[in-house]
C-alpha cells in the first residue's frame, strides 16, 4: 500500500540527498519529489513509522 508524507521545507537537492540518505536505512521503497514536498513509501504502517522517524532524524517537519 502507498503512503504519501507530506515534508515542511522540502525545497532543494541538497535537501533530496539528506532525506534520503536517511530513508535509506529503513526498509521502505521510496520516492521523493520536491514539486509537492512528499514522500511516497510503500509498505505497512510499520513501514511508514520508521520512515516519519526518519524524515524527523534529517531535520525535516511531517506535516
Known sequence: MKHIIFVKSLKSQEDVDR?????ENTR???SISIAT?????????DIVHA???????AGFIVE
Do not use: H
Not at 520512515?51 to 532524524?57: E, L
Open 19 to 23: 532525506l534520503r540518505s536517511e530513508l
Open 28 to 30: 521502505a521503497e521510496f
Open 37 to 45: 514536498g512528499s514522500v511516497t513509501v510503500e509498505g505497512s504502517n
Open 51 to 57: 520512515s516519519k522517524q526518519a524524515i524527523s532524524q
